[in-house]
């Protein structure tokens, strides 16, 4: 980034796309929107391959993208051998909240995903996705 103008726009960049997903799940809580939404990249970030996790990085927002990197360690497998465990994942993210359906918050973030990314990448990850994440992406 080469300035405030640079660092304005990012910061807008990223507020859309929490918008967009606010949107999406029909919720008002903006706060509970990003975790959900980081919960949910931190799930489909730890069931990639590495390589494949770093290159999703690449499309995010820079403002996100910090996020999504936050904690990660390289994996040396996937971590989810099941859909229950990708949603667990996400119910953890958010603090086990009652009002919140893992489900429909990866399937909403998923497709945000997918109508954001160009659409080699967005096959390139569909395509590595763990068996346990890849039936919520959309069809």
């Not at 809580?29 to 959900?36: I, M, N, P, W």
């Not at 939404?37 to 391959?49: C, K, N, Q």
């Not at 099941?82 to 918050?105: K, N």
Request: aromatic letters at 10%; glycine letters at 6%; hydrophobic letters at 40%.
């Amino acid at each position: 980034m080469k300035g405030i103008r640079d660092f304005e726009g990012a910061v807008r960049t990223a507020e859309e796309w929490i918008d967009d997903l606010t949107k999406r799940l029909g919720w008002h809580d903006r706060e509970k929107v990003y975790s959900a939404f980081t919960a949910t990249l931190h799930a489909l970030r730890d069931g990639l391959p590495a390589h494949e996790a770093v290159f999703l990085g690449d499309y995010l927002p820079i403002m996100l993208r910090g996020r999504y990197y936050e904690g990660w360690r390289l994996p040396k497998y996937s971590s989810f051998k099941s859909r229950d465990a990708v949603l667990e994942r996400i119910r953890e993210g958010v603090h086990h909240d009652p009002g919140i359906d893992a489900e429909q918050v990866a399937r909403a973030v998923l497709a945000q995903l997918a109508e954001r990314l160009p659409a080699s990448e967005l096959e390139d990850v569909k395509a590595v996705t763990p068996k346990a994440l890849r039936s919520l992406w959309p069809a």
